[in-house]
């Protein structure tokens, strides 16, 4: 694996790859990799993909100061396993690197409804951040193919948006499932920050988004969303939200609607680590 850290080096040895034929994969991170991470990376090196990995912990899209400066970070760790997973490139920029002018002075795009909802609505100035570094990012990579995770959906939203922006209609975006735990929890760099007794307690949210998915046959959204919010209060959580939305668009749904692909979603910190996760509905 090579691993570069100035954008313009990488560029070029990309563009020779390219030039012999090789198609490029690209998974961003900001680090602290676990195994859903590995499988974007294993999935991009089954397809064929020359694989290019960026480790880059965003500053842009930290709307909490704290969240940022307590982000957990292994770089060592995550560099063996990339090794192991079979990545070709790693991307290592600092701050300098990516915001050469400084934060202020790259473009930012204007994500229409998509930012003002869920993640938009409690997170404000994060759909900014992560627009301004993954242009950034494609650009440098001229990717093919982009690989990221449903665990953060709304996101993926963000960036199918971006990429439509940013007229680039033959990069190809491959969506793939959240890993979990064994007791349902979705795999997240943030977990590292749970405490024993939090860990212990953080799989009520996917209990949550499980029995919002049981109940929707003759189901009424109002209550089970009320149920879930008053469990996870009870709990210890502070839930930011409990919602359903047309899985195509995110427009919020206030009740279960079969005539749409659906997806229930979910907010909440407990202590001061915020956690998210949504399922699709079947
Ligand atoms: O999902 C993430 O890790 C980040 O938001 C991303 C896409 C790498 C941009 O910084």
Known sequence: MVIFKEAAQLGDFLRHKVENNLNIGFIPTMGALHSGHISLVKNAHAQGMFTVCSIFLNPTQ???KKDYEQY???TDA???MLLQAGCDVLFLPSVEEMYPGGTDKMKTYDFGYLDTILEGANRPGHFKGVGQIVSRLL???KPHTLYLGQKDYQQC?????????????SLNLVISPTLREQDGLAMSSRNRRLTEP????????????????TKQAGGNFAIVQKECTDLLIAKG????????ADANNLQLLSNYDNSVPMITLIAAKIGEIRLID???LQ
């Open 62 to 64: 930290f709307n909490d």
């Open 72 to 74: 957990p970070v292994s």
């Open 78 to 80: 995550d560099i063996e």
């Open 139 to 141: 650009d440098i990579v």
């Open 157 to 169: 939203m963000v960036i199918k948006k971006l990429i439509e922006i940013l007229g680039l209609p």
């Open 198 to 213: 939090q860990r212990a307690l953080a799989a009520l949210l996917y209990q949550c988004l499980v029995s919002i998915q």
């Open 237 to 244: 959580f502070t839930p930011e939200y409990v919602a359903l």
């Open 278 to 280: 949504n399922i699709l």
